[in-house]
C-alpha cells in the first residue's frame, strides 16, 4: 500500500489540468462546503457501509497526498486512478448533497461525466466493446436515478425543481445525440480526411470506435425518449384548468431556471472557441444566440403576465436553440478542422506542380543554351572559311 501510494505522489499535473481542477472545487465549495457549519456531524451520518468507506479511503488520501485525488479527476475508464474517481470522488461529493434537488443534479452531472468520457476515448481511439459497455451502463443507472429523485420532488410538491433538472437532463442528452448525429452524417469525409492524415491504424481505430459508440448512442436515444415523455406530461399537467396557477407558476420558473443556466453555458462555450471561427462562422453563431435571448425574453413576459403555460413552452424554445447553437459551433469548428487537414495535404502537392514547372523550365533553358552554343560554332566555321578563302 505505501509503494503504490509514494506513486501516486510522484504524480504532476499539467497546467490545463490543475485549472479544470480548480474550477470543479471552487463550484463545489461554493455548492456544498458553507453548508457543514450547521451540520458538525455530517461526517457520520452516512447512509451505507459503502459511502462510508468511500469516506475514509478520501480521507487516507487527502492525509497522504490529495494530488491523487485531483489527478483522477482526468482520468477515463482503464486508467490507473479511474477508480478513485467513480468511488471515491464522486461519492464523497455525494456525501455533502443534503437533499433530493442536489442529489437529482449530481446524478445528471455524472451521467454527464460518463458521456465526456466515452467522446475522450472515441477521440483517442480507445473505445473498446468493453469500455463502451461499462459506460453506457453507467449513464443508463445515472439517468435513471436521476429520473426517480425528480419524480420524488414531483410527488412532494417541488415542481419548479423537478421541471428544471427534467429540462436540464432533456438538452443535455440531446447534445451529446445531436452531436454524434452529426458524426454519422459526416462519417465518409471524416473516413476520407483521416486516410489522408493519419495512419492506417489509426483510421482502423476511428472505424471501431464510432461502431462501439452504437451501444452509447443506443441508450442516449432512449433515455431522451424518455425525458420528452416526462416534458410533455408536465406540459398537460400544466395546461389543465384544474391545476392551481402556482403549481403552473413553479413549472414554468424551473424551466427558466435551466434557460438561463443553458444559455450561460452555450455563450461561455462560444466565447472559449470564438477565436477558431471565422467571421462568416461567427455571424451565424451570434444571431442564434440572439434568437435564443430573444426568445426567452419574450418567456419572462409571458410569466411575468401570469401566462405560465405560454412561458413554459417558451423556455424550452429558447433552450432548443440554445442547443442548436452548440450543435452549429461544433459543425462549424469540425469543418475548419477539415479545410485545415485538406490545406496541409494538399499545399506539399502544389510545391511539388511548382517545383515540376520550375525544373521544366530549367531543362527549356539548358536546351536554348545548347542551341544557342551550336548556333556560335556554326557562325565561327563560317567566317573562319571566309577567311581562308581570302
Do not use: C
Not at 409571458?302 to 436553440?321: I, P, T
Amino acid at each position: 500500500m505505501r509503494t503504490e501510494l509514494k506513486k501516486l505522489r510522484k504524480i504532476k499535473l499539467k497546467t490545463k489540468e490543475k485549472s479544470a481542477i480548480r474550477d470543479f472545487l471552487h463550484v463545489r465549495i461554493a455548492d456544498d462546503v458553507r453548508h457543514i457549519s450547521y451540520n458538525p456531524f455530517i461526517y457520520f451520518n452516512l447512509s451505507n457501509h459503502r459511502t462510508m468507506l468511500a469516506t475514509i479511503i478520501a480521507a487516507i488520501l487527502l492525509l497522504t497526498g490529495g494530488g491523487t485525488s485531483m489527478a483522477a479527476e482526468m482520468s477515463v475508464p482503464g486508467d490507473f486512478l479511474y477508480p478513485i474517481k467513480t468511488e471515491v470522488n464522486e461519492r464523497v461529493v455525494e456525501v455533502f448533497k443534503r437533499n433530493e434537488e442536489k442529489r437529482a443534479d449530481w446524478s445528471a452531472r455524472q451521467a454527464e461525466r460518463r458521456l465526456e468520457e466515452a467522446n475522450h476515448l472515441l477521440e483517442d481511439g480507445q473505445l473498446t466493446p468493453a469500455n463502451s459497455a461499462f459506460l453506457a451502463e453507467k449513464f443508463r443507472q445515472h439517468v435513471d436515478k436521476t429520473n426517480e429523485l425528480v419524480e420524488k420532488l414531483e410527488e412532494k410538491g417541488n415542481i419548479q425543481a423537478a421541471a428544471k433538472i427534467s429540462a436540464h437532463l432533456k438538452y443535455m442528452l440531446s447534445e451529446h445525440f445531436d452531436d454524434n448525429e452529426d458524426d454519422d452524417n459526416s462519417t465518409t469525409t471524416s473516413t476520407v480526411n483521416t486516410t489522408i492524415t493519419a495512419s492506417t491504424t489509426t483510421s482502423t481505430g476511428n472505424m471501431y470506435g464510432k461502431l462501439n459508440w452504437g451501444r452509447i448512442k443506443k441508450e442516449i436515444r432512449t433515455q431522451f425518449t424518455s425525458s420528452t415523455v416526462w416534458e410533455e406530461h408536465l406540459k398537460d399537467r400544466i395546461s389543465t384548468s384544474t391545476i392551481k396557477d402556482s403549481f403552473k407558476a413553479d413549472a414554468a420558473a424551473g424551466v427558466k431556471n435551466a434557460a438561463e443556466n443553458r444559455l450561460v453555458e452555450i455563450k461561455k462555450y462560444y466565447e472559449s472557441k470564438k477565436g477558431e471561427l471565422d467571421a462568416d462562422a461567427k455571424t451565424d453563431i451570434e444571431a442564434k444566440i440572439k434568437k435564443a435571448e430573444d426568445v426567452k425574453a419574450d418567456a419572462d413576459l409571458k410569466l411575468k403576465d401570469g401566462k405560465y403555460v405560454e412561458a413554459f413552452l417558451l423556455y424550452h424554445r429558447s433552450m432548443e436553440l440554445a442547443q442548436q447553437t452548440k450543435s452549429l459551433i461544433h459543425r462549424y469548428l469540425a469543418q475548419e478542422r477539415r479545410d485545415d487537414r485538406i490545406t496541409a495535404t494538399s499545399t506539399p502537392r502544389l510545391l511539388d506542380d511548382n517545383n515540376d514547372d520550375d525544373e521544366e523550365d530549367g531543362d527549356e533553358d539548358e536546351d536554348d543554351e545548347e542551341d544557342d552554343d551550336r548556333g556560335q560554332k556554326d557562325e565561327d566555321k563560317d567566317n573562319n572559311g571566309r577567311g581562308n578563302g581570302r
